[in-house]
């Protein structure tokens, strides 16, 4: 198991492709998690009991949340705000815990399979693709600006090294 989250050895394009799609699957309990804390925020700004599976509390939480979304669409900073505060310790560990994973194991599928295909520059590629993906990460979020040439730009890369043929005979990564 450790060989996958080494910074060693190179990959196929298919590799690539299969670990890039378990990478989806590792995310799965980072969204678990953010789901959890996104329904316990909420619930804590109800008054009643979930817990109660009669019709008539059924009705207050349909016109809890009707309510909820009128204040939210309101004030949606207030909200915004009020969430993020209501982070504990505990809340950021579990979400780097889940988070920290994924993100390793993503950068090291790329590094090996950039290893493949660019060796004597395969650290000089790895660390452009990267701040290219950082700075279009900041620019499409922060500034909202060149997402669809960003975007376009990303994917390419993408498909390029799925399907690009390295000069390794075999791989060992």
Request: with cysteine; hydrophobic share 50%.
């Amino acid at each position: 198991m450790k060989k996958y989250f080494l910074f060693s050895g190179t990959i196929s394009g298919k590799t690539f492709f299969l670990r890039t799609l378990f990478i989806i699957v590792m995310c799965i309990p980072f969204l678990i998690a953010t789901i959890s804390k996104w329904t316990s925020y909420f619930m804590s700004l109800s008054q009643f009991d979930i817990s109660d599976p009669s019709i008539e509390n059924q009705m207050e939480i349909q016109k809890f949340g009707d309510e909820l979304a009128l204040k939210i669409a309101e004030n949606p900073d207030f909200y915004l705000n009020d969430f993020m505060n209501s982070f504990s310790l505990l809340w950021i560990l579990v979400f780097l815990i889940c988070i920290i994973p994924v993100i390793w194991f993503g950068l090291a599928n790329y590094y090996k399979r950039i290893s493949a295909l660019f060796y004597e520059q395969r650290n000089n590629v790895f660390f452009a693709v990267v701040a290219f993906d950082v700075i279009s990460d900041i620019l499409i979020l922060k500034y909202n600006t060149g997402s669809f040439i960003l975007g376009t730009i990303s994917t390419l890369i993408f498909v390029y090294l799925i399907i690009s043929n390295s000069k390794m005979d075999s791989h060992q990564g």
